[in-house]
């Protein structure tokens, strides 16, 4: 844990329906369950939200199913914890009900500057460059975690 950085992370996800198809249903029901998990995470520090409370109104991707989320912990731990060792664990199990598998990296992680909050075009920059370059100092993921600037 890093008192002068905090890890940000982007993931995207294109939707295999609309939100409001029933397909989706059970994603749609678990995001506020989901938010309200990470925000009393520890470690947890900021997520991406619009004032509905998620992300998924956000659309900074020309695909419109192309969905994405961000958010700021303390450490790769905090955020691994939340990711893999909570509720949130069996979201990631059924993705392929809800999401199309994508070709690509579909998440990076980067240090930011602690009080910095990221924007999306920044992360959209950062998961570009984990594409083409794969794990760096620049953007990484959790296979290759990078510390952060000294």
Same mark, same amino acid.
């Given at each position: 844990?890093? +008192?002068? &950085?905090?890890?940000? +992370?982007?993931?995207?996800?294109?939707?295999?329906?609309?939100?409001?198809?029933? +397909?989706?249903?059970? *994603?749609?029901?678990? !995001? /506020?369950?989901?938010?309200?998990?990470?925000?009393?995470?520890?470690? *947890?520090?900021?997520?991406? @939200?619009?004032?509905?409370? /998620?992300? #998924?109104?956000?659309?900074? &991707?020309?695909?419109? &199913?192309?969905?994405?989320?961000?958010?700021?912990? /303390?450490?790769?731990?905090?955020?691994?914890? &939340? #990711?893999?060792? #909570?509720?949130?664990?069996e979201f990631v199990r059924r993705r392929k009900e809800w999401f199309e598998k994508l070709e690509q990296p579909i998440?990076?992680?980067?240090?930011?500057?602690?009080? @910095?909050?990221?924007?999306?075009?920044?992360?959209?920059?950062? !998961?570009?460059?984990?594409? @083409?370059?794969?794990?760096?100092? #620049?953007? *990484?993921?959790?296979?290759?975690? *990078?510390?952060?600037?000294?």
């Open positions: 844990m890093s +008192q002068n &950085y905090h890890l940000a +992370q982007i993931n995207i996800a294109r939707m295999k329906a609309p939100l409001d198809d029933p +397909q989706m249903q059970a *994603f749609v029901d678990g !995001l /506020d369950p989901l938010n309200a998990l990470a925000d009393d995470a520890p470690g *947890f520090i900021w997520r991406l @939200q619009t004032d509905e409370g /998620d992300a #998924t109104g956000l659309r900074p &991707y020309p695909d419109d &199913y192309l969905i994405v989320n961000m958010s700021v912990w /303390d450490s790769v731990e905090s955020l691994r914890e &939340y #990711t893999y060792k #909570t509720a949130h664990v998440y990076a992680l980067w240090w930011q500057p602690a009080g @910095q909050i990221p924007t999306v075009a920044e992360a959209k920059t950062r !998961l570009d460059h984990l594409i @083409q370059h794969g794990d760096s100092p #620049t953007a *990484f993921t959790f296979g290759k975690p *990078f510390p952060p600037p000294k």
